[in-house]
């Protein structure tokens, strides 16, 4: 036997190439996010998905509308874009307008769609995982077939919140899909002293079926989480699955990585990029050609752009705005 | 004024418990969507049978028990009502609040806000606290000023069982999430409760008692300390108003402005230490917007800052009482 150079592509061309737009559009829209936040246009925080792209891709593509997505680690705006979330409102949200997903009451930490159910209330760093349990208890109560997909950081799974939200699910049987993102750093905190060889064995005390994934490969996530979905739509209970990714930009915007061996990271970008490696797959494999991944790049960056003229048109919110939304119902002594 | 009952209305003597337990009853059988689930709640009934029998009646789709980890009855109501549920979580003590309280303060609070559209939790945190009872450090504290100041959340705090049936009836219906605590130590506290279904508004202050000398703005438990207080000051010629906010937060603060422009004296009283408490914030709002009514320095009556002790004639010393609130409104007056 001998050892193909060449991955085979094991969905057909029309997935494949859907994996990659999806790619190349967070990828895109993430380089231009990280220019608008150089030059001062997009405020606060920014965290880039760079070496994810891949794991929230096939993640999302697992997935269907209905299902529910409870975001964590500190990677989100691709997660955003897995699940539909469109690129104007995402951007618009990033700058604070009040055409943002969230009207300018989030920015990128807490881009939140209900219609698109997408959990994305994701600060407190391993927290996500027990609404997760709850939303999908509702759908169960419910007598959907409705799933819920939860992400975290490997950092995030060090959380006591963490575990207890694998007992319930466990304990309830409920149709959860937990996804560990481990890019091994938790900022600049590695995990491999972290006691687990694998951060989805923490399924096991629960019997829950694990799996951990080259999550570098977009379509071993598809599959690994494909498989979790379909298990919790038939019944069989919660999965854990590692996405073993690795983090190819900064923490955050400013990071200045000191704490990293440059040679190590050199290699990693060289080999680990979910983007470089599945175009070269599908070039290799006759996919798409050369020209077409051009037309599809040129095509996502005028999307992007659009989306920076959307955000940098909408309005920032009347100071009023800050005030608004704090209770549904109204106060019944107050006012009026 | 606030009551939506009709004072005609027949009534029947019960207690909170009864109250509680029957405002659960009522609201699991109006909405399909309810749940109540939390520690030993199902089969046990609660640790003080206040879902007693709802299990054996709704079944283990609609009230059951769950593992213990606060942290994920939070969260889980959380996610629960974003998904369609109407959750009501009951969290055995207040004291074990603080491990829900990252899904309490950062996420259920801030739902609504942070959707911006008509997206919110309509959940329900039932939870425990008061004094007395020798249960020491982590079994009767009163958690109202750890979670007053997060915009987002409604507390309750009701003193009747009238109020609790009410006000618990409303709580489950609000669109907000709602922290609603019961004063485990006057669960068997009986009063008239109207025999037809009633609710009764959250945020809304009701004057439990008319009296032109004094107010005495109490909340929860104390406000049965407050109306006794209130019945030996009359014998001394002296008629207290007690006002009982019943919501915390949002708090319906013109019955209070209006109370102490007549009064013209505010006393308050809470279980919780007086430091940075209740009693201090409906102090501060008298002294914004009714300053010159006062004739007397605000008095606030609560527990000294310190946890609460176990030893009986430590505890004794520590729970604030009626003659604690006598002797604050004596004092304020004769200032
Ligand atoms: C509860 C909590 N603790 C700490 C932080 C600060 N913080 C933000 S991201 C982060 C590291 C998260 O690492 P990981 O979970 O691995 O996610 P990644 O950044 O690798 O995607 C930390 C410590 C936080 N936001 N929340
Ligand atoms: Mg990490």
């Known amino acids: ?336 | 004024m606030s009551q939506q009952v009709d004072v005609q209305a027949e009534q029947t003597e019960q207690t909170i418990r009864e109250s509680l337990n029957q405002a659960l009853y009522e609201e699991l059988e109006r909405d399909d969507s309810v749940i109540l689930y939390g520690e030993d709640v199902a089969e046990y009934g609660g640790l003080y049978k206040i879902s007693e029998g709802l299990y054996e009646e709704f079944g283990d789709d609609r009230v059951f028990d769950t593992p213990l980890a606060e942290t994920t009855l939070g969260g889980s109501a959380v996610g629960a009502a974003l998904a369609g549920a109407r959750p009501i979580v009951e969290i055995m003590y207040a004291d074990f609040l603080p491990i829900a309280g990252d899904h309490l303060i950062n996420y259920a609070a801030k739902m609504y806000f942070n959707y911006g559209d008509e997206t919110s939790v309509p959940m329900v945190v039932r939870s425990m606290y008061g004094t007395g009872d020798g249960h020491g450090l982590h079994h009767g504290q009163s958690p109202e000023a750890w979670f007053m100041n997060v915009p987002g959340l409604k507390i309750v705090m009701p003193s009747t069982p009238k109020d609790y049936k009410g006000l618990l009836k409303s709580a489950i219906r609000d669109d907000d999430p709602v922290l609603f605590l019961e004063n485990k130590m006057r669960y068997g506290e009986s009063g008239p409760v109207p025999e037809e279904e009633y609710t009764i508004p959250l945020c809304e202050t009701d004057i439990k008692r008319r009296g032109d000398d004094a107010t005495v703005v109490a909340i929860g438990g104390m406000v049965y300390e407050a109306l006794e207080a209130a019945e030996r000051l009359s014998d001394r010629g002296v008629e207290c108003e007690v006002v009982d906010p019943r919501t915390v937060t949002p708090l319906d603060t013109d019955p209070i402005l209006e109370s102490v422009e007549k009064t013209n004296i505010l006393v308050t009283a809470q279980e919780a230490p007086t430091f940075g408490g209740f009693g201090s914030e409906v102090a501060a709002q008298v002294i914004d917007d009714a300053f010159f009514y006062l004739d007397a320095p605000v008095k606030r009556v609560g527990a000294p800052f310190t946890p609460i002790p176990f030893a009986e004639s430590l505890e004794e010393a520590y729970v604030p009482t009626a003659e604690d609130i006598e002797t604050a409104v004596i004092d304020a007056i004769e200032t």
Request: charged share 30%; no cysteine; glycine share 10%.
């Open chain 1, 1 to 336: 036997m001998w050892e193909r150079m060449t991955q085979d592509v094991n969905v057909d061309d029309d997935t494949a190439r859907r994996f990659l737009e999806e790619m190349l559009r967070i990828d895109i829209f993430e380089e231009e996010t990280k220019e608008r936040f150089g030059d001062g246009e997009i405020p606060g925080f920014v965290h880039l998905s760079g070496g994810h792209e891949g794991s929230h891709v096939g993640m999302g593509a697992a997935m269907r509308d209905e299902d529910w997505l409870a975001v964590g680690g500190a990677r989100l705006i691709g997660q955003y874009i897995a699940k539909g979330v469109p690129l104007p409102e995402i951007m618009a949200e990033l700058y604070g307008r009040v055409d943002g997903s969230n009207r300018g009451h989030g920015g990128q930490m807490h881009v939140a769609d209900v219609d698109r159910k997408l959990y994305g209330h994701a600060a407190t760093i391993g927290s996500g995982q027990n609404p997760a349990v709850g939303l999908a208890l509702a759908e169960k109560v419910k007598g959907t077939d409705n799933v819920a997909v939860t992400t975290i950081g490997d950092g995030g799974t060090s959380r006591g919140s963490f575990h207890t939200a694998l007992v319930f699910a466990a304990y309830w049987d409920l149709p959860v899909v937990f996804v560990i993102e481990n890019n091994q750093w938790a900022i600049s905190t590695p995990a491999e002293s972290l006691s687990p060889d694998s951060l989805s064995d923490y399924g096991d005390p629960h019997n829950m079926a694990t799996e951990s994934v080259d999550g570098s490969d977009v379509e071993e996530v598809y599959r690994a989480v494909s498989d979790a979905i379909e298990r919790a739509r038939n019944g069989e209970g919660p999965s854990v699955i590692e996405s073993r990714v690795v983090r190819l930009v900064p923490h955050f915007e400013g990071d200045k990585e000191t704490y990293r061996d440059e040679a190590e990271y050199e290699r990693l970008k060289e080999e680990k990029d979910p983007i470089e490696n599945y175009r070269e797959r599908l070039l290799e494999n006759d996919v798409l050609t050369e020209g077409e991944i051009e037309d599809m790049v040129a095509n996502i960056q005028d999307e992007v752009s659009e989306a920076v003229e959307f955000a940098r048109e909408s309005p920032e919110p009347e100071p009023e705005a800050a005030y608004e939304h704090v209770y549904r119902t109204p106060l019944y002594g107050q006012g009026e």
